[in-house]
């Protein structure tokens, strides 16, 4: 008897273990599906709160060769921004804002890139042709010149007489970058890029005399083997005003990268991925609730059919056969593929990706002389 009370006693306790891990399965599973009770239903919050939807960006993919290796990647970085839902709404306390953050970054050794093409020192003047852009977008006629541009911008954000002609100019440039980078409660303003840690401890202790202005995680394109077919890996860059319209429909904000050329283009739907996006409760300039709302989705790795080392090699061989062979001709792309064996693309005197890109402001289009060669894979393999 004392055995069947004992074996009973087992069983019940196991039943028991049994059901409870059931039950929390089950609501493991509801919580993970239909959300817990706050996520279920709206959480209701206390007056004065105001909330707003931002974007979460999504990592960009990276590009490799037929073998896995890495030629192009992503950098962290951390960057400063503004954010519009602790920017002082008043027009004179907000000039003070911007014009001390101006000022605090220069003193860091960085300098606040503004988009107005107006020079900044008087007399005023346009630095592009066509300005029909900043015209528009501040309500003027065509006829406008840079001094009018500059008085409208003092005039409609009421930039106090008691700052210098200078602070002025910095106030009226900031202003309008506002205006020109669709500055919003989902759209923060770019500030600096890559800042240093000690820069980025330092004014986050100035937060509260500078509204607004935080410290994100971001990140840039690192291009790890710039000799390995630079032309067709191509670029990005930032999204520019005439891009914007069409984009914005897309998911895009101002301060996202967009492929501009070669493959970074070709392939920019699956290398870019997809954004998430979060609901950020503030009241009291305090944020009081964060909630993912769509997480963000990193975008897909592209893996090209090219050997890397393969590449280089004949690239080598190619550069020393038309030194030697062909020294008057200056030859570059040539495509090669074998049967069912990875391409090369074949370019003698190699354009460094890295060094076209720090110079690209010096010329737009390189004219180059075309010469195609073609080789058999499997006799120069080595």
């Given at each position: 008897m004392k055995g069947f009370a004992e074996n009973l006693k087992s069983i019940i306790i196991i039943l028991l273990v049994v059901s409870l891990s059931l039950l929390s399965s089950l609501r493991l599973m509801k919580i993970q599906v239909m959300g817990d009770a706050t996520i279920e239903t709206p959480l209701q919050y206390e007056p004065g709160t105001l909330t707003y939807k931002k974007g979460i960006k999504a990592t960009r993919g990276e590009i490799i060769d037929f073998?896995?290796?890495?030629?192009?990647?992503?950098?962290?970085?951390?960057?400063?921004?503004?954010?519009?839902?602790?920017?002082?709404?008043?027009?004179?306390?907000?000039?003070?804002?911007l014009l001390g953050i101006y000022k605090a970054l220069d003193e860091h050794g960085y300098k606040f890139e503004e988009s107005i093409p107006v020079s900044f020192e008087k007399p005023y003047y346009f630095k592009k042709s066509d300005v029909s852009e900043l015209i528009s977008d501040l309500n003027l006629n065509i006829y406008a010149t840079a001094d009018n541009c500059i008085d409208k911008l003092i005039s409609d954000y009421e930039i106090s007489d008691e700052y210098t002609a200078e602070e002025k100019r910095i106030i009226a440039g900031m202003r309008y970058q506002m205006i020109d980078k669709d500055f919003s409660y989902s759209n923060d303003l770019l500030l600096a890029k890559n800042v240093d840690q000690k820069t980025v401890v330092e004014l986050k202790e100035l937060s509260n005399l500078y509204r607004g202005i935080e410290a994100v995680d971001a990140s840039e394109r690192m291009i790890v083997r710039g000799d390995i077919l630079p032309h067709e890996i191509g670029t990005v860059g930032p999204i520019y005003a005439e891009e914007y319209d069409e984009l914005k429909s897309k998911g895009y904000s101002y301060n996202d990268t967009l492929g501009k050329s070669g493959i970074e283009s070709a392939m920019e739907t699956p290398l870019r991925g997809l954004n998430g996006e979060a609901q950020i409760a503030v009241k009291d300039g305090v944020v009081r609730d964060v909630k993912t709302i769509a997480e963000a989705t990193s975008g897909e790795t592209v893996k090209l059919t090219v050997d890397g080392a393969f590449q280089l090699k004949l690239q080598d061989i190619l550069d020393n056969f038309l030194t030697y062979t062909f020294p008057a001709i200056n030859p570059m792309p040539s495509l090669l593929k074998g049967n069912a064996e990875p391409y090369v693309y074949l370019t003698q005197k190699q354009v460094q990706l890295r060094a076209w890109l720090q110079h690209r402001h010096i010329t737009s289009r390189i004219t180059l002389k075309i010469m195609n060669i073609f080789y058999r894979q499997k006799i120069l393999r080595l």
């Amino acid at each position: 008897m004392k055995g069947f009370a004992e074996n009973l006693k087992s069983i019940i306790i196991i039943l028991l273990v049994v059901s409870l891990s059931l039950l929390s399965s089950l609501r493991l599973m509801k919580i993970q599906v239909m959300g817990d009770a706050t996520i279920e239903t709206p959480l209701q919050y206390e007056p004065g709160t105001l909330t707003y939807k931002k974007g979460i960006k999504a990592t960009r993919g990276e590009i490799i060769d037929f073998n896995g290796n890495t030629i192009v990647t992503n950098d962290a970085r951390t960057d400063i921004v503004l954010q519009m839902a602790f920017f002082p709404t008043d027009f004179a306390e907000g000039n003070k804002v911007l014009l001390g953050i101006y000022k605090a970054l220069d003193e860091h050794g960085y300098k606040f890139e503004e988009s107005i093409p107006v020079s900044f020192e008087k007399p005023y003047y346009f630095k592009k042709s066509d300005v029909s852009e900043l015209i528009s977008d501040l309500n003027l006629n065509i006829y406008a010149t840079a001094d009018n541009c500059i008085d409208k911008l003092i005039s409609d954000y009421e930039i106090s007489d008691e700052y210098t002609a200078e602070e002025k100019r910095i106030i009226a440039g900031m202003r309008y970058q506002m205006i020109d980078k669709d500055f919003s409660y989902s759209n923060d303003l770019l500030l600096a890029k890559n800042v240093d840690q000690k820069t980025v401890v330092e004014l986050k202790e100035l937060s509260n005399l500078y509204r607004g202005i935080e410290a994100v995680d971001a990140s840039e394109r690192m291009i790890v083997r710039g000799d390995i077919l630079p032309h067709e890996i191509g670029t990005v860059g930032p999204i520019y005003a005439e891009e914007y319209d069409e984009l914005k429909s897309k998911g895009y904000s101002y301060n996202d990268t967009l492929g501009k050329s070669g493959i970074e283009s070709a392939m920019e739907t699956p290398l870019r991925g997809l954004n998430g996006e979060a609901q950020i409760a503030v009241k009291d300039g305090v944020v009081r609730d964060v909630k993912t709302i769509a997480e963000a989705t990193s975008g897909e790795t592209v893996k090209l059919t090219v050997d890397g080392a393969f590449q280089l090699k004949l690239q080598d061989i190619l550069d020393n056969f038309l030194t030697y062979t062909f020294p008057a001709i200056n030859p570059m792309p040539s495509l090669l593929k074998g049967n069912a064996e990875p391409y090369v693309y074949l370019t003698q005197k190699q354009v460094q990706l890295r060094a076209w890109l720090q110079h690209r402001h010096i010329t737009s289009r390189i004219t180059l002389k075309i010469m195609n060669i073609f080789y058999r894979q499997k006799i120069l393999r080595l």
